[in-house]
């Protein structure tokens, strides 16, 4: 490479690298305005906020950086990582750049005073209080899709934002696969007349006990929260990043359910290792981060169902957990087991087992799709809300905060966001069957405790990629084959066929 070609890169570097302090600062802001801020300093803490992205927008949206994506994307001395930064570069300022500064500023300062009015909200079971906040934000979001364009379905763009080159079209297809085949082995679980006891679950477990053990577990997982992380709670749990060297997670501690918390910090977890193994080199590059949402979902949904829920994984916990927890006294490992993988139709998608969740995010993506494209408005999401469920799980939320109300995710605008948890299922699925492949004792070690193995396994094939590669790049790179709704299905009958005896 040029002598030229090197200044302008370590110019392109320093040049992001602003971009990258600001949206760490403004991450932090919200991290703050969930876990620590008072409720009175909302509408300061939010200007704060808008501010800051009003000059991440322009740094965004700068001719300078017009000029560095122009001469990168044409170079012929650029290697893929640099290619790799272009593309986000120019992603990011073509898809900021359509949406005026002015409206952009306003919808940053809208979303943080949504998600405060979720909060109160889902608190006191009263939609009212988020719906004229969330109509807001919805019509930003229409608006938005207007600037931005669109092919087919405006919920598309949407869409491409979390998981890059995903369309309705072709989630349509593998989440009709995915339900036809959840809903054959709900029918066949129905038919076994068995089920698991789940009683043990539902006495009082102390909070500071529940959280010694859940740091215990993340210890062992290899999620480094005292040089590089923290948890703390808040009313809904998430892992929040600065880079790769301060990575955070919260959980919510519920004293008469000892599986919220725990599984909540173990799903964090995946999404916290994945962030802190992305290799120091992508700094100032824009790419060290996750590759997608749906490729985000599929560590933390790895770690907390495919290897969490485990006869291996608690044949080493199990013994832990009974030493801390005298009410399990009595309860077998292989009650135990069978307990954490009980099968139910449940209202929450949080406390949704690993068979059913997809069902619940099927439910979001169908709503989102209809508001999106202005089919329904806000004030009727109550009623098909809880219309869904009934027809979907047969069950009906007694109250919005146990329906409309359950997730943030509206409050801050993350329409397009939910598909990726089902996607995020299918590519740790598939994950799974090439690390079998690759680590022939890989249960033999889980029953140890050791998870070392699997966490090497994802930071050398996955995680230390950060957004270099594009999520159907890299489950091809992994695993040689493009992606496949099949080893989720074979996942799923083999599990459930053993557990209740089909």
Known sequence: MNSKFDEKLKEFKEYLSKLEYLESTIALLSWDSMVNAPRGGIGYRSEMIGYLSGEAYRISTSDKMKGFIEYFSECQDSDYIVKAMAEEAKRNYDRTKKIPE???????????????????AKEKGDFNIFKPHLEKIVNYKRKFVEYLGYKENKYDTLLDEYEPGITTKKLDEVFSEVRDAIVDLLNKIKKSGYTPN???????????????????????????????????????????????????????YYENDFRSA????????????????????LKGTMLGKGASMGIHESQSRFYENIIGKTKEFWSYFYPE??????QFEGITLD?????????????????????????????????????????????????IWNKKYNEYLGIDPKND??????????????????????????????????????????????????????HEWLKENIHKYGAVYKPADLIKKVTDEELKAKYFIEYLNDKYTEIYNL
């Open 102 to 120: 002015n409206e952009y500023k306003e919808y940053t300062i809208a979303s943080s005073n949504s998600t405060a009015a979720w909060e109160e």
């Open 198 to 252: 789940t009683d043990f679950f539902t006495k009082q477990f102390p909070k500071e006990d529940q959280k010694e053990f859940s740091e215990f577990v993340l210890k062992k997982m290899k999620y480094d929260f005292e040089q590089r992380g923290r948890i703390d709670e808040s009313i809904h749990p998430f892992t929040i990043n600065f880079g790769n060297k301060d990575v955070r997670i919260t959980t919510h």
């Open 262 to 281: 725990l599984f909540s910090c173990i799903h964090e977890g995946g999404h916290a290792i994945y962030e802190q193994n992305i290799t120091d080199t």
């Open 321 to 326: 957990a009974l030493k801390r927890f005298p």
């Open 335 to 383: 009650e135990f087991y069978k307990g954490i993988n009980f099968v139910e139709r449940s209202l929450i998608r949080t406390e949704a087992d690993e068979l059913t969740y997809s069902l619940h995010i099927i439910i979001r993506y169908e709503i989102e799709k209809e508001l999106i494209n202005g089919n329904i408005e806000v004030e009727d999401l109550p009623d």
């Open 401 to 454: 905060e146990e329906g409309v109300l359950q997730d943030m995710h509206w409050s801050d605008g993350s329409f397009g966001y939910f598909p990726s948890y089902a996607l995020g299922n299918l590519y740790g699925a598939q994950f799974l069957n090439k690390m079998e492949k690759d680590l022939p004792h890989l249960y033999e070690e889980i029953k140890k405790g050791n998870l070392l193995h699997i």
